[in-house]
């Protein structure tokens, strides 16, 4: 078990790596010069020289990729060429924004994902199956942005209740600070939630139909006790894995759904930093986000060998 | 093979239908989208504009329907690229990869995961700016490993049949074995996949053309519509309903086409994502 378990993390370490060698050859060995693009075409070439000095252009790209990684692993990322700030700091201001973003939207997916999944599964092919699996094939083929958008057009222009964009800050108060984030969140969660139900549902029909099910029954427990004891952990690990992508794609939401509603999170800060070809700050936030998501396949990983006992076994012995 | 289903039946209208207003869109739409006309800004729906204008009096209906051919140009093309590549690498892999090769392919398409679309697009954007290859590429890197996953999956299983065992013991080579066993096999759940990865792609291509990333500027798009609308959202709300149904409804459309394919050729299990 120990091994395993050190076994992934090794391959999270290196995955990480991996990924942060990965995105600087993207940025630095792609034809095109980072300082040409900053300055637009008509920059004249001392200034564009000067920012290469600036930027280290004109050292190795050894150099550069060490010198970058050793201050990664002292949590300086380096400074921003717009504002002119530290980006760790930046992207830890921004992430209060968005931390607290993510964890709504996700309790938003999961709580009506998995509820609505198993109770349509048991009600398979009656009419309120029919009727929430209709609802939530429609929910799954709208983009998150028009959503964001249908929202503010129905909660705050029409009915006033939550503000259409922009983030009142902690410092106003709890409630002021959630009060704008809880369209945004719902935009994320509602087309997650209708991807969830639908797996759920697919993966907790497929184990009541296994005849282990059926001696459960027979041997006289009742439908809910065999749906705790029994189904419901053999139908969450097909679900856990697909969660994975499913996240990613949570996560990905958030960088489009900041801009809908003006959210100063990282989402809006990435975006701003692609305008403004700001070459350092793209660089270190898409390492972050890249980390995030290997993060979360990480602890995933991690869940479905709790879960799925089959997963702890040496290979050789499947 | 069951009777045709009206998930099955939806989904192929739909999708034909918004395959062919793409198709009309890329050669003729009623006005010339870019066109102007500051007089008849932001008018409603009448018999000249069927649709309305937007903001600089374009014509909504044509913006539409030649944004609409752009998206599909975008989804078409990275789906075909991506997929191509993930199902060729699938093959090597399990056909001349057995062993750790394969597996060390598998290692490398599983870490495109890691990188989505948007973060492509965002890292292509830096570099070039925003353009229609930028917006194929990054989509097309994400279809890679889904690809790859579900065809290397199918094909190993394929590889265990008697016909295949049968084929390889009378001295089949590996490409007869690809074309005259796997392929015909694998025909529909690639179909399948494809039509829930077109949906998939048509999603990403509306958040990255929203957000200026994908289809650049002049060319219309509806992701950019969207953006446009936001502004007068109280006063024109259908300027972002609209476009931004037009998209659902083409995700729709694919997305009830591949479930209806799926269920027709039986193979829910197979399913990856």
Redesign the interface.
């Known amino acids: 078990m120990i091994a395993l378990i050190a076994r992934r993390v090794c391959g999270f370490v290196f995955a990480m790596f991996a990924a942060a060698a990965a995105i600087f050859v993207l940025l630095n060995l792609l034809p095109g010069d980072p300082a040409a693009v900053m300055l637009g075409l008509n920059a004249p070439p001392e200034t564009v020289a000067a920012l290469r000095q600036e930027l280290g252009l004109d050292q190795s790209l050894w150099v550069r990729f060490v010198t970058w990684l050793a201050g990664l692993l002292h949590g300086d990322m380096g400074m921003g060429l717009t504002y002119r700030v530290p980006i760790a700091g930046l992207i830890f201001e921004r992430m209060k924004v968005t931390l607290p973003l993510s964890l709504l939207a996700l309790f938003f997916t999961l709580l009506p994902g998995l509820c609505l999944g198993i109770y349509t599964a048991l009600r398979a092919r009656k009419g309120d199956d029919v009727i929430i699996r209709f609802i939530s094939q429609l929910m799954l083929s709208v983009p998150n942005f028009w959503m964001g958008l249908l929202l503010i057009l129905i909660f705050a222009i029409q009915l006033h209740w939550f503000p259409a964009g922009g983030f009142a800050g902690w410092n106003a108060g709890f409630w002021m600070g959630m009060k704008s984030l809880i369209l945004p969140s719902l935009a994320l969660a509602i087309t997650q939630a209708a991807i969830l139900l639908q797996i759920m549902r697919a993966s907790l029909l497929d184990v009541l139909s296994e005849p282990y099910m059926r001696t459960a029954r027979a041997k006289g427990l009742r439908q809910l006790t065999s749906l705790y004891r029994h189904a419901l952990r053999n139908a969450f690990a097909p679900v856990i894995t697909l969660l994975g992508l499913q996240l990613t794609f949570l996560l990905t939401g958030v960088v489009v759904i900041e801009n809908v509603f003006a959210l100063p999170g990282i989402g809006r800060l990435i975006f701003q930093a692609v305008s403004q070809h700001d070459l350092p700050v793209v660089q270190n936030l898409i390492l972050v986000f890249v980390a995030i998501i290997l993060c979360v396949h990480f602890i995933l990983d991690l869940l479905s060998i709790w879960i799925d006992p089959r997963l702890r076994r040496p290979r050789t012995a499947q | 093979m069951k009777s045709s289903s009206p998930v099955f039946l939806g989904g192929t209208f739909i999708a034909c239908f918004i395959l062919f207003l793409g198709m009309i869109g890329a050669f003729w739409t009623p006005y010339a989208p870019q066109t102007m006309d500051l007089s008849h800004r932001l008018s409603s729906f009448s018999s000249q504009h069927w649709l309305g204008t937007d903001h600089f009096g374009r014509d909504v209906l044509s913006l539409m329907m030649s944004g609409l051919s752009y998206s599909l140009f975008v989804a078409v093309s990275a789906v075909a690229l991506g997929g191509f590549l993930g199902f060729v690498l699938a093959m090597i892999a399990t056909l001349w990869g057995r062993g750790i090769s394969g597996q060390i392919l598998a290692a490398i398409t599983d870490?495109f995961?890691?990188?989505?679309?948007?973060?492509v697009a965002?890292?292509l954007?830096?570099?070039?700016?925003p353009s229609l290859f930028n917006a194929v590429v990054a989509i097309a890197v994400f279809n890679i490993p889904i690809f790859f996953r579900f065809s290397r999956a199918l094909a190993q299983m394929l590889l265990a049949r008697d016909h295949v065992l049968a084929a390889q013991a009378l001295g089949q080579t590996q490409f007869g074995l690809l074309r005259y066993h796997l392929l015909p096999n694998m025909a529909g759940v690639l179909i399948t996949q494809i039509s829930i990865q077109l949906?998939m792609a048509l999603?990403a291509e509306?958040?990255l053309s929203?957000?200026?990333?994908g289809v650049p500027t002049p060319l219309p798009s509806l992701g950019r519509m969207?953006q446009d609308?936001?502004t007068y959202?109280?006063s024109m709300?259908r300027l972002?309903?609209l476009p931004?149904g037009l998209?659902?409804?083409a995700?729709?459309g694919f997305?009830?086409l591949g479930?209806g394919l799926r269920d027709k050729l039986d193979i829910?299990?197979l399913q990856t994502?």
């Open positions: 870490f995961f890691v990188f989505p679309a948007l973060l965002m890292l954007a830096t570099l070039y700016g949906a999603l509306a958040s929203y957000l200026g990333l969207l609308a936001q959202m109280s709300p972002a309903l931004g998209i659902a409804f995700v729709l997305n009830l479930d829910r299990r994502f």
